[in-house]
């Protein structure tokens, strides 16, 4: 009888010693897979900082030539009001020279009307 239950003992001792090396077996295989995840994630986080640092690039490009294109157009647009004002006091200047000598512009408007020749009488 105990040579029976020894028997039944290492069968079942074998079936455990199974079991738990088909669990070892399971478990390095899941530990495999989960780092084949997380390099990928790594890798695709790596990837999106490159992407993002060369779309940051391009913004901050973008940004600088629209402040280089503000600063032209700011200062072409302040030696266009400095002529504007010169042409505006030497017009004013012609038309007292006219006025004094007598002669009539035959101006509906007024003077205004010549300081702003894009509104038409």
Known sequence: MSSSTTSVGDERYAGME???RK???SNRDSARRSRIRKQKVVEDLSNEITRLRCQNNGIVKKIEEAREGYMAVSA???VLRSQ???LTERLR???SVVESVGCNLDIDDGPG???KPWHPP
């Open 18 to 20: 199974e079991r738990k």
């Open 23 to 25: 669990r070892m077996i």
């Open 76 to 78: 072409q647009n302040s």
């Open 84 to 86: 504007a004002e010169e």
């Open 93 to 95: 200047s012609l038309i």
């Open 113 to 115: 009307a010549l300081f």
